[in-house]
T-cell receptor, first 111, second 113 residues
């Protein structure tokens, strides 16, 4: 499975935008980019996913580089409830549906 | 609330024992996944079932087994427990075998003493 690289931790001020980067230089043409987050004492929660084009939903936006070797999860206005570990995951669209989680980025939101 | 129910929430047992973790997927979801989260290994995929059949296997030990029943609930059986099996065990479900979104339960915290 192709690997992703994320910073171990990031901080953001409340109500400011947050850009969480992810590098995936060995991504293949059939790999989808998924983002999940895990709030304290909870199971992971789906955030967003994409293949080639940028994606928006009510939780976040996903910006995918043209060469697909990197992507950025954008939280438009961070709230205290967004403090979590964010995982960037590649899922092969032709293979099994199991997700391989890395170490993720721990986001701290400062009031 | 994801709609995925896991029981029990906490389980304390001794080395060498056997335990069963239970998962009820969201209504209508046919696929169930089991994950293990420990401090040193992070979130590890164990196994996936779809409509009662095993579909994918990850880093699941031979001492562990799972099954999905006709009513689609799933059980993860852990036997000959060791101290290192202490972890959070998550169940997730999705509608289809290949789905974009997985919905995770809140987990079972297993402590092996």
């Amino acid at each position: 499975d192709a690997k992703t690289t994320q910073p171990n931790s990031m901080e953001s001020n409340e109500e400011e935008p947050v850009h969480l980067p992810c590098n995936h230089s060995t991504i293949s043409g059939t790999d989808y980019i998924h983002w999940y987050r895990q709030l304290p004492s909870q199971g992971p929660e789906y955030v967003i996913h994409g293949l080639t084009s940028n994606v928006n939903n009510r939780m976040a936006s996903l910006a995918i580089a043209e060469d697909r070797k990197s992507s950025t999860l954008i939280l438009h206005r961070a709230t205290l409830r967004d403090a979590a570990v964010y995982y960037c995951i590649l899922r092969d669209g032709t293979g099994a549906n199991n997700l391989f989680f890395g170490t993720g980025t721990r986001l701290t939101v400062i009031p | 609330d994801s709609g995925v129910t896991q029981t029990p929430k906490h389980l304390i047992t001794a080395t060498g024992q056997r335990v069963t973790l239970r998962c009820s997927p969201r209504s209508g979801d046919l696929s169930v996944y089991w994950y293990q989260q420990s401090l040193d290994q992070g979130l590890q995929f164990l196994i996936q079932y779809y409509n009662g059949e095993e579909r994918a296997k990850g880093n699941i030990l031979e001492r562990f087994s799972a099954q999905q029943f006709p009513d689609l609930h799933s059980e993860l059986n852990l036997s000959s427990l060791e101290l290192g099996d202490s972890a959070l065990y998550f169940c997730a479900s999705s509608v289809k075998m290949m789905d974009e979104k997985l919905f995770f339960g809140s987990g079972t915290q297993l402590s092996v003493l």
